[in-house]
């Protein structure tokens, strides 16, 4: 892997391929998620004096798009700088084998803890075929698509963008080959089935279910598109062997620009009309993708110091829970508030009379707790049993040969 440097004597990428800006905004996308959800059961509002962040939570969720966006450009990143070194790709089954060791282990023990532990002790289903109207399509990842384990699901509403990633992660080998062979071909293919889709439901939003038809996956078509093209680009520009100040300070300003850019959409949603947020969201997808993806490439080439913000210890360390942290932060913050966790007085929620030592006690709460669990579910679940899939793999290959 070349090590490519600039004169601010920052390595865009290290010896291992890693591009150390990532871990920030991949952190900060699931943060951003986390915040919206948080703020949905605790009404806790960002202000402080002349000071008002309260347009971050309230839009927070669109970051998703963001997590979408990032998995297209990190899975296509190792095709796109093969196709400027004319090396071998990973295999089908490498790639198929290296996703299922990542998600599977914390997913299905997560949905196994939420089954056993809460939703049948509570009895939160009618009966058999209730339980396994929801189970099932959960187990197989197709659970985006049904009403029963979508909006009424009792198993963890958060997962509906797992089951997105992962029908991604099926067509992905066959998608990267496309690609490969004619980019803008199959960039405005992709684009063209997420514009589609998306003007489809939006033209249609009176008479559908909203939320089961706005979040599918051929919506996302568009923004894994983008992120797929990020990473043809970032691939692109990574083989020149040095940039200058005036480059990097360019850069950084596109990537601050972009951040603004992402403020006055986010205006624009809140704006958009009472209960129409999201229409908003088909409507502007395929546009705020490319803002997405004008920060992300702009801050992988930003000057050092910029960088640093998003690539520290703390940002690595929140991008390693991150996916545990965002399979279990909804789930949790939801538990808690139903358990009367920290208790209130009265019979109205805590949030809706405006206590805000409850709001306070109750984020902080949430904050650690989910924090604690992502950790405990990513040292102690995930990591390991990746560790012994890959290694099996490994062993078996090595045996054979």
Not at 60 to 88: H, Q, T, W
Not at 155 to 172: A, D, E
Not at 218 to 243: C, D, H, I, Q, W
Not at 370 to 378: C, G, N, Q
């Amino acid at each position: 892997m070349m090590n490519i440097t600039g004169k601010e004597g920052r390595a865009v990428a290290d010896k291992s391929g890693r591009i150390g800006p990532l871990d920030g905004i991949r952190a900060v996308a699931v943060l951003m998620v986390v915040w919206y959800h948080f703020w949905q059961q605790s009404w806790l509002m960002p202000v402080a004096g002349p000071v008002n962040l309260d347009w971050m939570p309230r839009n927070g969720a669109i970051c998703v798009d963001l997590m979408i966006l990032l998995s297209g450009f990190c899975l296509f990143l190792p095709y796109a700088r093969n196709m400027f070194r004319e090396e071998k790709d990973p295999s089908a089954g490498q790639f198929y084998r290296k996703r299922a060791a990542r998600i599977m282990p914390s997913y299905y023990v997560s949905l196994l803890i939420v089954l056993v532990c809460f939703a049948i002790p509570l009895g939160e289903y009618t009966g058999v075929s209730d339980m396994l109207g929801d189970l099932i399509p959960h187990i197989f990842f197709i659970h985006n698509w049904f009403g029963a384990s979508f909006q009424s699901t009792h198993l963890n509403g958060v997962l509906w963008t797992v089951g997105v990633i992962v029908q991604f992660y099926v067509v992905f080998p066959f998608l990267a080959k496309a690609f490969k062979k004619r980019p803008m071909v199959t960039y405005w293919c992709m684009t063209a089935v997420g514009l589609l889709s998306s003007w489809i439901i939006s033209h249609n939003f009176a008479q559908i279910d909203q939320s089961l038809f706005v979040n599918n996956t051929f919506t996302f078509a568009s923004v894994y598109a983008n992120g797929m093209l990020g990473a043809y680009v970032y691939a692109s520009m990574e083989s020149k062997p040095e940039r200058s100040r005036g480059e990097a300070v360019f850069f950084t300003a596109m990537s601050l620009t972009s951040i603004w850019i992402y403020k006055i959409l986010c205006a624009h949603r809140q704006n958009y009309g009472q209960g129409l947020e999201q229409k908003w969201q088909v409507d502007y997808r395929y546009l705020l993708s490319l803002v997405f993806l004008l920060f992300v490439i702009s801050t992988i080439f930003a000057c050092k110091w910029y960088q640093k913000i998003w690539d520290n210890a703390v940002m690595r360390f929140l991008a390693a829970i991150s996916f545990n942290l965002y399979i279990c932060h909804q789930y949790i913050a939801v538990k808690l508030k139903e358990f009367h966790i920290p208790s209130w007085d009265g019979a109205e929620e805590p949030n809706v009379v405006g206590d805000a030592a409850w709001q306070w006690k109750y984020t902080i709460l949430c904050i650690i707790v989910s924090l604690a669990v992502a950790t405990a579910m990513t040292y102690l679940v995930e990591k390991p049993a990746a560790r012994m899939i890959l290694n099996k793999k490994r062993k078996m290959e090595t045996t054979n040969d």
